[in-house]
């Protein structure tokens, strides 16, 4: 088994992904290793939010529209293959939306902010 990857790590291989999809705005850690209860074997989980509006996606069927989630697609999947490589564990990259009712949750009780377009960051989002 791999050494757990300290937070450090997570952040430093996360915002080198970031950096290199302009569609990206935010990023945050949250779930178990947020919180710091975390085992060697858990998961990492990520929240993104990004550029694309998704009522923009639905009400439009143009090029613009489809060239932009195909754009988002190949970001999600270069982010979740780099950080899984990187730390041999599962991770989960969530979309946070103005309606989530899922992640949202999670993100505001114990999320960590670990990027935002550009910078480095890393607070408590409370």
């Known amino acids: ?10 952040l430093s291989a996360e915002a080198d992904w970031a950096r290199l999809e302009p569609l990206i705005r935010f990023v945050w850690l949250f779930g178990s290793r947020a919180r710091g209860d975390h085992r060697p074997d858990s998961d990492i989980d990520l929240a993104v939010s990004h550029d694309i509006d998704p009522e923009f996606l639905r009400q439009v069927r143009g090029d613009v529209a489809w060239a ?6 190949g970001c999600h999947k ?25 992640v949202r949750p999670a993100v505001l009780r114990d999320g960590l902010l670990l990027y935002w377009r550009g910078r480095l960051l890393l607070t408590q989002c409370r």
Do not use: C, K, N
Request: hydrophobic share 45%; net charge negative.
């Open 78 to 102: 270069r982010g979740v293959a780099t950080l899984a490589s990187a730390f041999r564990v599962p991770v989960h990259v969530e979309v946070i939306g103005r309606d989530d009712q899922r």
């Open 1 to 10: 088994m791999l050494p757990d990857p300290p937070i450090e790590a997570i």
């Open 68 to 73: 932009q989630a195909l754009t988002w697609s």
